[in-house]
């Protein structure tokens, strides 16, 4: 069971890495202005923007050692436990408030969380899976996610950051398959993972991710930012392990609907926590400008 421990030690860089680029954002918003192609590298002149891709970078070494020794269907709902991690972070950080309706929602999650991975009990499961199933897998999210990114065009802030932060969720979960094979690929020898394609989808499928994720945090509202990505990405990533992975969860009736209500609780959880996630000043000049 170590990819439990590693996948939590993931959560816990990639909330150090979010808050960290979430307050890049809000001290110089214009940074994030101008063109969507741009962006990343416009961001990368922010140093407190660069400590924040560094700890995304150790969260996905991380990930990929968890998903490279466990299943889709474990590490990545474990994930979720990022957004329990980035509520002391953001307090410390970037000014957040932490309430009791906080913590009891950071409880919550926690609870739902380890009575999902003890009934669901994920099991079985592949190194990778035929070219046709990628291609299905690849064509959905991919589509889903753009179809958002045109649909936040124009919408409403706190719309946009829904649609952007879901968007770039399904992206996530992509990768997360994505980073599954090619470790297994690198277990038979570097030269390897770049013989084959899974490496270079990783790193388009990479870098539009970031991209979706730093425009959807670039809107400052940063509550529905982080609850739908942190909501689509763990969903979509255990319909993967099943879809290509062939991982299977409890099938029994009983089994199948505690799974359920563990994952509604869960994320029940995360839209409690994600929506204190504005700093005040942020919330009131929100409130003050127009949609």
């Known amino acids: 069971m170590l990819e439990i421990p590693l996948a939590l030690v993931s959560a816990l860089l990639f909330a150090l890495g979010t808050v960290l680029q979430q307050k890049a954002s809000l001290d110089a918003p214009s940074t994030a202005e101008g063109s969507h192609a741009g962006l990343l590298l416009r961001m990368a002149r922010r140093p407190i923007w660069l400590a924040g891709i560094a700890a995304d970078a150790l969260g996905f070494v991380a990930q990929a050692v968890a998903l ?7 590490v990545q709902p474990l994930l979720i436990a990022s957004v329990v991690f980035a509520l002391p972070l953001g307090a410390r950080l970037a000014g957040q408030r932490v309430g009791r309706r906080d913590v009891g929602a950071a409880i919550l999650v926690t609870v739902a969380l380890a009575v999902f991975l003890l009934v669901a009990n994920p099991s079985g499961g592949r190194g990778d899976a035929p070219l046709h199933a990628w291609l299905i897998a690849g064509a959905a999210l991919g589509g889903a996610s753009a179809a958002l990114a045109l649909l936040a065009r124009g919408a409403p802030r706190r719309l946009r950051a829904a649609l952007l932060g879901a968007a770039a969720g399904l992206l996530f979960a992509l990768c997360a ?14 030269p390897s993972a770049f013989a084959h394609w899974q490496l270079y989808a990783l790193a388009l499928a990479g870098y539009a991710s970031m991209t979706l994720n730093q425009l959807a945090l670039a809107t400052g509202a940063l509550a529905p930012a982080i609850a739908t990505a942190t909501a689509v990405d763990p969903l979509a990533s255990v319909v993967l ?3 290509l992975f062939e991982e299977t969860l409890a099938t029994s009736a009983l089994g199948a609907a505690a799974v359920v209500l563990a994952l509604a609780a869960t994320l029940a959880g995360i839209v409690l926590l994600a929506h204190e996630w504005e700093p005040p000043a942020l919330a009131r000049s929100a409130r003050r400008a127009p949609v």
């Open 68 to 74: 490279t020794v466990g299943r889709v269907a474990v």
């Open 177 to 190: 398959a994505l980073t599954k094979t090619v470790g297994e690929q690198v277990r038979h020898g570097l």
């Open 241 to 243: 392990g099943i879809a």
